[in-house]
């Protein structure tokens, strides 16, 4: 569908919804696959603000080289951000998008895809009405009006490109949540160490044997971030790495998606084609030490089963606390149509383990209750403790988003 010369009927569901036109949204945008069997998982949702810290909606393929065709445009009015989101149960996710897939770069290429995707998910934005989140009060007034928000993100940073001042640029363009690391390092100045490195040229990571600590230029990377009131997540990152930011940041950090290093994570199937991906789940002291911070460690879906991942949330709960635990799932809120080539790689949100009956968080919150979590524990795990950290983070920024 052209976004060109017409309406799309995304735009007039989302719009219908944002004037609190509930009642007229289509199947796909209903708030559940299934209704929970516990009365109290509806209550929950409906009393708190629940957040994904790690997700996706897949995104354009670079346009830039090998005389590929842009595909910044298409299909943006075909993304169901809106339904998708209040299918999962969820207020706001950090949609959050990545460079270094892109495998061969020129000069400033990253950095050229780094626009082109913030130009893209403007797109997306607009189609479906829905609004960034830049402070804690937006995030309360999403909850209050039921209408989601995103919190803009990016995982890795390659596309600074050595240039400190791009940071800023992307502030000023709603960026609330960075990540340091992905799975390659900045080809001007690296950051630090990176858990599961994609060698140049090459296809599928491998676990890095590099020296793993923090750069100068990573250490200038965070104080950026901390002026300017920009949550710094460091997933992907190596233990050493960790311990050295944790000693150098003055504010709380996270950890967006990951696990520990445990029989129960290690039983995901993922394992079995990609073993090196074991490097991605953490020690208890590196978990200990982003919570020491006042942040969060997310916990990854890897998963074999909902019930599994729920294990997986207790056993970080064991090690870093109630306060210092959610969830960031690494999958996609909404991908795209079928017969789009924007790539998306991770699975559904709400469709991640063959056991998940309903929307994510609904799923999320009756396993919890199942596994003995109280109400007031799985507010904050599901959110609550986000809102905090992002509360305190964003409330001294220094420069207006446009």
């Avoid at 491998?206 to 750069?215: D, F, L």
């Avoid at 909902?306 to 997986?312: H, S």
Wanted: charge should be neutral.
């Amino acid at each position: 569908m052209s976004t060109t010369g017409s309406i799309s009927r995304r735009t007039i569901i989302a719009a219908l919804a944002g004037m609190g036109g509930t009642t007229l949204l289509s199947p796909r945008s209903a708030v559940a696959t299934a209704d929970p069997q516990d009365p109290r998982v509806s209550r929950i949702i409906s009393e708190n603000i629940t957040i994904d810290m790690h997700n996706h909606i897949g995104q354009p393929i670079f346009s830039g080289h090998d005389n590929r065709p842009s595909e910044s445009r298409a299909n943006a009015d075909d993304i169901d951000l809106v339904g998708e989101m209040r299918r999962a149960g969820l207020t706001a996710a950090c949609l959050t998008s990545f460079v270094d897939l892109y495998l061969t770069p020129q000069a400033d290429d990253w950095y050229r895809y780094h626009l082109e995707i913030f130009d893209y998910i403007d797109r997306v934005i607009e189609m479906n009405k829905i609004r960034r989140a830049l402070t804690s009060a937006d995030l309360r007034a999403a909850h209050v009006s039921k209408f989601p928000t995103i919190v803009q993100s990016s995982e890795g940073v390659q596309w600074i490109g050595g240039d400190l001042r791009r940071v800023a640029e992307a502030y000023r363009r709603g960026l609330r949540h960075l990540q340091l690391f992905h799975q390659r390092h900045d080809t001007h100045q690296p950051l630090g160490g990176i858990q599961q490195l994609l060698p140049s040229g090459a296809m599928q990571p491998t676990p890095s044997a590099e020296p793993t600590g923090i750069t100068p230029f990573g250490l200038e990377v965070v104080g950026e971030c901390n002026k300017l009131g920009i949550l710094v997540d460091l997933a992907h990152a190596s233990e050493q790495s960790v311990l050295d930011v944790v000693k150098t940041s003055h504010h709380p950090l996270l950890c967006s998606h990951t696990a520990l290093d445990t029989p129960n994570a290690r039983s995901a199937d993922l394992y079995t084609a990609n073993p090196g991906l074991r490097s991605r789940l953490v020690s208890t002291a590196y978990a200990r030490a982003v919570a020491e911070t006042g942040g969060i460690m997310g916990v990854w879906r890897i998963f074999p089963t909902l019930k599994a991942y729920v294990l997986g949330i207790k056993e970080m709960v064991d090690v870093v606390g109630i306060d210092h635990t959610g969830i960031g799932t690494d999958t996609v809120i909404a991908p795209p149509p079928s017969n789009s080539a924007i790539s998306a790689r991770q699975p559904r949100t709400n469709a991640i383990w063959p056991d998940q009956r309903a929307g994510f968080v609904y799923a999320l919150i009756e396993e919890m209750l199942v596994q003995g979590f109280t109400e007031a524990d799985i507010g904050k795990i599901v959110g609550g403790n986000y809102v905090r950290v992002f509360g305190e983070i964003t409330k001294n920024g220094v420069v207006s988003a446009v």
